[in-house]
Structure formats: structure tokens, C-alpha cells
């Protein structure tokens, strides 16, 4: 592995110092990641760095604090091979550097994840709510937050499961409310939620009987706010923001566009795949996060030549069938915080620094376009994949014709 990176003489010094199997073992599966030579050298230089610094020996464990102490030894002057201190942010990298590598090669002591007394109990709810109930994984993640949260509560108050009360829920629900952090929807959704759990709990006998009845969520009135989203001036601004030419650009270029255009959720821009693209019929399907739904839109010729664009110069190879990636090592499937991030950080380049900016207020964007341009609102519901309300197994059927006359407007500039 040292001899792909390195010239001849320096690999030949790599090859033969201490520990040589483990720092290459690493290596090569930091180029199966996707890593560039340049990162692949900066961890052999860190690699043998810390090797020499804390003496390390087959098999020998070792906790963050001692990286972290031999982090900042590397960092003095001619404490590694500069004469210059080392900025702290290079301290950092050198300290994770070591942890991952360490990390990967089963080394590192770690203090284990601390669990409340009823961990197991949320394991059973969580397959519970995969497998019977079928939910996406952010709506399972956001439920067994909830009662992570209660469970850790009460683990300091000394309350176990079958001794909990109503008054005990009511009085996590207050605390929240007195620190003033959660929004008024955000303590009706805990609510919520952890009356769900407490019902499946009950069903288990793990709990007392009619517990959930008495979870009362502060009132919260749906749609009462007027949903926010971008003017079209700022949604031209922010496209003609990326025209750069890097991978990256041409990649986030794409997303955008199909947030923007199609107004599509962060999960399903996740879930697209390359498969995913029908380009002889001009047809984008589209899966929605739960299982058993997926739509198909109309393809427009900006949005396709985006993602043409990006499959042929920008998307990784060789990872799979996911259409976006991460642009840099470890190279994975882009997920929903990475798509958020990107799309704040687009923002903020454009001068929006404040409000709500993540990609939900694309979609919000989408749907006032539509409306502004004389769109019945049962089509702009078809368009952004809405469902019936009363409905619970059948989704409504979309109009093709009419979607093809959404998709055939004049995006004005976003190509």
C-alpha cells in the first residue's frame, strides 16, 4: 500500500517502521472509501507520528485522552516534522486521525454508550415500530428519542417503568416547557409520542393500565402558521450560486434542482437511484420514506440535464446504486443531515443566515410557484406527493397529464 503513495525510498521507510500491517491494513480501506492519495498520506505521516509518540506495540489498547495528550506533544514546534507550532485545528485532525484508525483496528478504549434502565424495553419498541408498524426511519428515530429522553428522566427521580404515574409525564412535559427551549409543537410532538409508547407498553404489561389515556399534549392547532418558504428572487439567487465547475457544485447543482422544481422531501432525495431515472421516457420515480409508496414525475429537460450532468462528470463509481454521494472519503450514499447542511450552507453563501433554511423550505417554495402560477391546489397536491388525509392504505392517483403541464413551466433561469 506505501508504494502506491509514496515514492519508492520514503515507502520503503513506511514499509519497514513499527506496526507496518496495521497502519497499510488501514490504508486500504481508506482507498476502498474513496480516500485521494493526499489523504491516504497525511494518515501514514500521522499513523507513524503517533505509533512513535506513544510507543504503541501489537495489540496494545489505547483511551482518546492519551491520543489526545500525544496529539499535543505532535503539535509544539519540531514536535513533528515543521519547525512551526501546529494550529489547533491540524491538532485536531491528527487526534481524530488517530482515533479512527485506532477505532478501526480495535484499539481504542471507549467508555460504553450509557443506557437508562429500560434500553431494552425501547429496543423491543423500536423493532415494534419498524417491522409491525412499518414507519420510516426518522419517525422510529424521533419515538425512541422521546422516551429515551422520559427514561433517562426518571432514572434520575428513581422511578421505575410499572411505578410511573400520569403526574410524572405531566411533570417532564412542564419541565420542557418552564426551560422555554422546545416550541409549543415541539412539546405536543413529545407528547404525542411518548403516549405511543406508553400504549404499546401497556399492551406488554409493563406498565399501568390506561397510563397513555391520561398523556394530555398541549393543544397545537395544524397549519395554524402560514408555511415559510423562499421568494423566487432568493431561489434564482441561490441556483445561480453554484455554476461552479467542481464536483461538488455540480453535484449540490442537481439536488437543488430537484428540491426546487419538485418540491421533494429530504428522504426522498436520499432514496434516489440510478435506476431510478427513466431517460427514454422522460419519467423520475420517486420513494417516499415509508414503505410501499412511490411516485413518478414527469422528468423536465433542466432538471435531467442536471443530473446527467453529474452522473457523468461528478458521481462516484464503484459505490453502489444510490445516485448522490458524499464528495469526499469516506465516499457514501448522501443522507438527510448531509443534504440539510448543504442546503444552510448554500444559503448562507447567498447572505440567509436566519429563519428556517433547511431543505423543507425548498418544497415550501415549490408549492407558492405553483400557486402563483394559477395551479389548482389538488394538482400542486399531486405534484408534491400529498395524501389523502382519511386515507391510510390508498394513495391517490395522479394526474399525468396534468403533472407533464407542472413540469412543462418555464423554470425561469434554473436550468
Not at 437511484?273 to 414503505?291: A, F, I, S, T, Y
Not at 461528478?314 to 448531509?338: E, Q, Y
Request: net charge positive; aromatic share 8%; hydrophobic share 45%.
Amino acid at each position: 500500500m506505501f508504494e502506491a503513495i509514496f515514492l519508492p525510498q520514503t515507502a520503503e521507510r513506511y514499509r519497514t517502521a513499527p506496526l507496518s500491517e496495521p497502519r497499510a491494513r488501514y490504508l486500504r480501506h481508506l482507498n476502498e472509501l474513496g480516500a485521494c492519495r493526499t489523504t491516504l498520506r497525511k494518515n501514514a505521516n500521522d499513523q507513524l507520528s503517533l505509533v512513535r509518540l506513544l510507543d504503541l506495540r501489537e495489540g496494545d489498547r489505547v483511551n482518546t485522552p492519551q491520543i489526545e495528550a500525544a496529539a499535543a506533544i505532535w503539535a509544539l514546534p519540531k514536535g513533528h516534522r515543521y519547525a512551526r507550532a501546529a494550529s489547533p485545528k491540524a491538532r485536531t485532525r491528527f487526534a481524530s486521525r488517530g482515533i479512527q484508525w485506532l477505532r478501526f483496528l480495535g484499539w481504542l478504549d471507549e467508555p460504553e454508550h450509557k443506557h437508562h434502565p429500560h434500553h431494552a424495553e425501547i429496543v423491543i419498541f423500536e423493532r415494534w415500530l419498524r417491522r409491525e408498524r412499518g414507519l420510516s426511519d426518522a419517525t422510529v428515530q424521533a419515538y425512541c428519542a422521546a422516551a429515551d429522553h422520559f427514561f433517562f428522566w426518571s432514572a434520575g427521580k428513581g422511578v421505575a417503568l410499572d411505578a410511573i404515574r400520569v403526574t410524572d409525564i405531566d411533570d417532564v412535559i412542564a419541565t420542557e416547557h418552564k426551560r422555554g427551549v422546545w416550541k409549543r409543537r415541539s412539546i405536543h410532538d413529545y407528547a404525542q409520542r411518548l403516549r405511543a409508547f406508553f400504549l404499546f407498553a401497556e399492551t406488554r404489561g409493563w406498565c399501568r393500565a390506561g397510563l397513555a389515556a391520561g398523556i394530555m399534549a398541549p393543544r397545537f392547532v395544524v397549519d395554524e402558521s402560514v408555511p415559510k418558504g423562499l421568494g423566487r428572487k432568493d431561489v434564482l439567487h441561490l441556483l445561480a450560486s453554484v455554476v461552479r465547475d467542481r464536483a461538488v457544485d455540480k453535484r449540490d447543482r442537481a439536488i437543488l434542482m430537484l428540491l426546487i422544481a419538485y418540491g421533494l422531501r429530504a428522504g426522498e432525495v436520499r432514496g434516489l437511484q440510478l435506476d431510478d431515472m427513466d431517460w427514454e421516457n422522460g419519467m423520475l420515480r420517486v420513494r417516499c420514506p415509508k414503505p410501499g409508496r412511490s411516485h413518478l414525475w414527469p422528468l423536465s429537460h433542466e432538471v435531467g440535464h442536471a443530473i446527467l450532468r453529474y452522473i457523468r462528470e461528478a458521481r462516484p463509481s464503484g459505490f453502489g446504486r444510490s445516485l448522490f454521494f458524499t464528495a469526499h472519503a469516506p465516499i457514501r450514499p448522501l443522507g438527510r443531515a448531509a443534504l440539510g447542511k448543504m442546503v444552510r450552507d448554500r444559503l448562507a453563501s447567498i447572505g440567509i443566515v436566519s429563519g428556517r433554511r433547511g431543505t423543507h423550505i425548498l418544497r415550501h417554495a415549490a408549492a407558492q410557484h405553483l400557486l402563483d402560477q394559477g395551479m389548482s391546489m389538488k394538482v400542486i397536491g399531486d405534484f408534491l406527493g400529498h395524501r389523502d388525509p382519511s386515507s391510510t392504505a390508498i394513495y391517490a392517483k395522479v394526474n399525468l397529464a396534468s403533472l407533464r403541464e407542472v413540469a412543462a413551466f418555464d423554470l425561469e433561469g434554473l436550468a
